[in-house]
């Protein structure tokens, strides 16, 4: 319990620690709080040729053991939705004449607790009249769920008549400060985080039930990320999550987990990030690769395989692209390209922008160059029928669906063996779907997709499972998790088709009125069909027309 080393000719420094790490002091190594002297008094004496080392065991109260220990951590056993019953544990001070386990002057144990150091209060005492054995226990007593506490003993000492001293008596001796969480009610969360897009900020929250006491949040991987605040993630530790300025890095999934005190909820579901970029981009110049990297610095690459009831094989014809490099043939056989990680390009609520370029052999009817949606499930797809010469956007769920046809029988024939680039644009804000062909818009509707939540519908190529393939060519797919702007879109067109041009005017500017010949000019032409019926008036009765 205590002792006496004497040290000859050697340095003191470490020798206390190494005594102590030994093993010979560590049962009363207990570790100090502002309240009380928990650790052993080491004195030092010279003498000629060497040192006398005396240990000297505290009489503070030892080895806190709240009971019961649960696995997260936390203390106690949930009796009811607000309150947690444990008992205290610890062992008394120790005799230093080793006659007793326990210093046979203990009369009494005075039990303080409180939610911090400055709040302690004395809240009972425990007698002790076995000095033989120093386990003491306080309790069953009942505590607040999820809180934390802080307590102490303080050992009352006899006062010369077999009477203890009162609590806070200073002849008592002061035990160190510890400290425990009650086991907290499991916490549900109530509203899962929703997926977002960087621009260039976001923010993902959850509501959780009443009892949580604080949040964190983690970022999955392998292994998942215990989130910190720092200057990309703020509010790591609420009930929203901030990332702040996002880049490629800080794209992936983000879950929350509500905590009563150390009791955990259930994970809340991942809601994915992604930033504003090109997420895609399928050359098909002799196989399925995303060459997405190539654009955008370190972006991860989903690359295509080829699927369905045909042959199963790629069909690459060299030099027929756009570039003049090679160029995927499909050939109405239920062949099709399916992209990995269906639910990476779930951000199409969000907004996004899909372009490819496509040119048909023969007539074979409805068919779908690009789709990401399976039966059953909420999506949308890119369909065109030879036949009517339509283009034609779907969106559906398993309940419920809109049919979009952009063009009229007799406007853009895609049919007609030709290269045609088409793009296909949502815009979250102002809940509109447009579609442009040779990089010129088409048509648009207002069409509000929140109420078509993602599902995990692979993107595909060419056609999709239980439909047959196009019978044609499809060159150059890209999408993007954000809405490319007209002249954006023209420039994808004007990147292979140089020399060509596309009308870009605003549709809500009135000089667009203007342009009365249709050439995207205006000019003396337009002045001159103006001119021509000046002074027409259409207004009936004709009297209204004379001022």
């Known amino acids: 319990h205590g002792g006496t080393l004497i040290v000859r000719g050697a340095d003191l420094s470490g020798?206390?620690?190494?005594?102590?790490?030994?093993?010979?002091?560590?049962?009363?190594?207990?570790?100090?709080?502002?309240?009380?002297?928990?650790s052993i008094v080491v004195d030092t004496e010279t003498i000629p040729g060497g040192t006398i080392l005396t240990a000297t065991p505290s009489l503070a109260a030892r080895e806190p053991n709240p009971m019961p220990q649960n696995p997260d951590g936390s203390v106690g056993t949930l009796i009811s939705g607000s309150e947690t019953e444990l008992t205290l544990h610890w062992k008394a001070g120790v005799d230093p004449n080793e006659d007793y386990a326990v210093h046979p002057d203990i009369l009494v144990h005075y039990v303080y607790w409180g939610d911090s150091e400055e709040t302690l209060v004395y809240q009972g005492s425990v007698p002790h009249t076995d000095w033989t054995d120093p386990n003491v226990s306080y309790g069953p007593i009942t505590l607040s769920e999820g809180m934390t506490y802080t307590w102490s003993v303080e050992e009352g000492f006899d006062d010369g008549t077999g009477t203890p001293y009162g609590p806070g008596d200073p002849n008592n001796v002061l035990g160190p400060i510890w400290s425990f969480v009650t086991k907290g009610a499991t916490p549900t969360i109530l509203t899962d985080p929703a997926p977002a897009v960087a621009d260039p900020d976001a923010s993902f929250s959850v509501t959780a039930s009443d009892v949580t006491t604080h949040y964190q949040w983690f970022k999955a991987g392998d292994p998942d990320v215990t989130l910190s605040d720092n200057g990309i993630y703020s509010g790591t530790d609420t009930d929203t999550l901030t990332v702040t300025g996002a880049a490629i890095a800080e794209e992936g999934q983000y879950y929350c987990i509500a905590y009563s005190g150390l009791t955990p909820s259930a994970p809340s579901a991942p809601a994915r990030l992604w930033t504003r970029r090109l997420m895609g981009h399928w050359?098909?110049?002799?196989?399925?690769?995303?060459?997405?990297?190539?654009?955008?610095?370190?972006?991860?690459?989903?690359?295509?395989?080829?699927?369905g009831t045909g042959p199963g094989d790629p069909n690459y014809t060299p030099g027929g692209g756009l570039d003049g490099g090679g160029v995927l043939e499909f050939f109405n056989d239920g062949d099709y390209v399916t992209i990995a990680d269906a639910d990476f390009f779930n951000f199409y609520p969000l907004g996004f922008t899909a372009s490819f370029w496509y040119k048909e052999k023969s007539y074979v009817g409805w068919r779908l160059p690009l789709s990401k949606l399976d039966?059953?499930?909420?999506?949308?797809?890119?369909?065109?029928?030879?036949?009517?010469?339509?283009?034609?956007?779907?969106?559906?769920?398993?309940?419920?669906?809109?049919?979009?046809?952009?063009?009229?029988?007799?406007?853009?024939?895609?049919?007609?063996?030709?290269?045609?680039?088409?793009?296909?644009?949502?815009?979250?804000?102002?809940?509109?779907?447009?579609?442009?062909?040779?990089?010129?818009?088409?048509?648009?509707?207002?069409?509000?997709?929140?109420?078509?939540?993602?599902?995990?519908?692979?993107?595909?190529?060419?056609?999709?499972?239980?439909?047959?393939?196009?019978?044609?060519?499809?060159?150059?797919?890209?999408?993007?998790?954000?809405?490319?702007?007209?002249?954006?879109?023209?420039?994808?067109?004007?990147?292979?088709?140089?020399?060509?041009?596309?009308?870009?005017?605003?549709?809500?500017?009135?000089?667009?009125?203007?342009?009365?010949?249709?050439?995207?000019?205006?000019?003396?032409?337009?002045?001159?069909?103006?001119?021509?019926?000046?002074?027409?008036?259409?207004?009936?009765?004709?009297?209204?027309?004379?001022?």
């Not at 020798?15 to 928990?38: F, H, N």
């Open 15 to 38: 020798v206390i620690d190494g005594w102590i790490a030994s093993g010979y002091l560590s049962a009363y190594d207990t570790t100090p709080g502002e309240r009380g002297a928990g």
């Open 283 to 307: 050359k098909l110049d002799g196989d399925l690769t995303d060459s997405v990297a190539q654009t955008v610095a370190g972006a991860p690459a989903h690359d295509g395989s080829m699927a």
């Open 375 to 547: 039966p059953g499930t909420a999506g949308w797809l890119f369909g065109v029928d030879s036949d009517l010469r339509n283009q034609a956007v779907f969106i559906t769920n398993p309940d419920d669906g809109v049919e979009f046809w952009a063009d009229g029988n007799d406007q853009i024939n895609v049919g007609d063996g030709q290269w045609h680039m088409i793009t296909v644009i949502y815009n979250p804000a102002t809940t509109t779907y447009t579609i442009y062909t040779a990089g010129d818009e088409n048509e648009s509707i207002v069409l509000d997709l929140s109420a078509y939540p993602p599902a995990a519908a692979p993107l595909s190529i060419g056609g999709r499972e239980t439909e047959l393939s196009v019978d044609g060519y499809i060159d150059d797919v890209r999408i993007y998790s954000q809405v490319l702007e007209p002249v954006e879109v023209a420039q994808l067109y004007l990147a292979f088709e140089t020399d060509k041009w596309v009308c870009v005017e605003d549709q809500d500017d009135p000089l667009g009125a203007l342009d009365l010949d249709g050439d995207c000019r205006v000019m003396l032409s337009d002045f001159a069909m103006l001119a021509s019926r000046w002074l027409e008036c259409q207004r009936y009765p004709q009297s209204a027309c004379v001022d």
